[in-house]
């Protein structure tokens, strides 16, 4: 199984600013995703980060919100910019490899903003 | 598109009791992934069990089972004997393949047992 490490796990920031996220994986993985909890509500994927490309987004996520890097095969990071209280969620990264049938999760990053 | 439906959205039971939590999904998909996890209060996902759109052959981990019903579209999750510690919410999830890591999830089931 891979491990998924997540930093922050928790952050608290002021509206207005931004946060990246990071997201380092013990094993190369094909596909890398980023996803949204919101508060008391599901797991929404905000995007699939590409190696060596643009991330695809989904529906309701933009780029200039949530911009995403993948370096390697084995790091990524999301950054929420220009927070709001609204994105007040969890935030997870989360991997998988095409033709393997494992899904892994990092611990998330509870962010809280004021 | 693909969707999960939790139609449960709370469920309390006492300590010992049997429980089952349902999980109805569609999908245009042949082949797809279904996955249950667990989220207890500290937030993290944990993965409890994942299961092939080809092989319907139902599980039991311990205290837990799952019946997947491809006819029916649903993958239900089964608690024998609970206990407090399985206080949590639960989320049922559907992926294609050969993408395990994208999924969508249903809107989960808030489990509360009482000693």
């Known amino acids: 199984s891979a491990v998924i490490s997540q930093k922050p796990s928790r952050d608290i920031c002021q509206r207005g600013t931004s946060l990246t996220i990071q997201c380092q994986v013990d094993?190369?993985?094909?596909?890398m995703f980023w996803y949204r909890q919101q508060p008391g509500q599901s797991l929404t994927l905000i995007a699939t980060?590409?190696?060596?490309?643009?991330?695809?987004?989904e529906s309701g996520f933009v780029i200039d919100k949530f911009p995403i890097s993948r370096p390697n095969l084995t790091f990524s990071t999301l950054t929420v910019s220009n927070m709001s209280p609204e994105d007040s969620s969890i935030y997870l990264c989360?991997?998988?490899?095409?033709?393997?049938?494992?899904?892994?999760f990092g611990q998330g990053t509870r962010l809280t903003v004021v | 598109a693909q969707k999960v439906t939790q139609a449960q959205t709370e469920i309390s039971v006492v300590e010992k009791e049997d429980v089952t939590l349902d999980c109805v999904y569609e999908?245009?998909?042949?082949?797809?992934?279904l996955f249950w996890y667990k989220q207890p209060p500290s937030g993290e996902l944990v993965f409890l069990i994942r299961?092939?759109?080809?092989?319907?052959q139902n599980e039991i981990s311990g205290r837990y089972s799952w019946n997947f019903q491809k006819s029916t579209s649903s993958f239900n999750f089964t608690i024998t004997a609970s206990q407090v510690v399985d206080s949590a919410v639960y989320f049922c999830?559907?992926?294609?393949?050969?993408?395990?890591?994208?999924?969508?999830f249903g809107d989960g089931t808030t489990l509360t047992v009482k000693p």
């Open positions: 989360s991997v998988g490899a095409t033709g393997r049938t494992e899904a892994f």
């Open positions: 094993s190369q993985v094909t596909m």
């Open positions: 980060a590409n190696q060596g490309s643009e991330a695809t987004y």
């Open positions: 999908t245009r998909d042949t082949t797809y992934y």
């Open positions: 299961r092939n759109s080809f092989d319907e």
């Open positions: 999830a559907l992926s294609a393949f050969p993408n395990a890591g994208k999924s969508t």
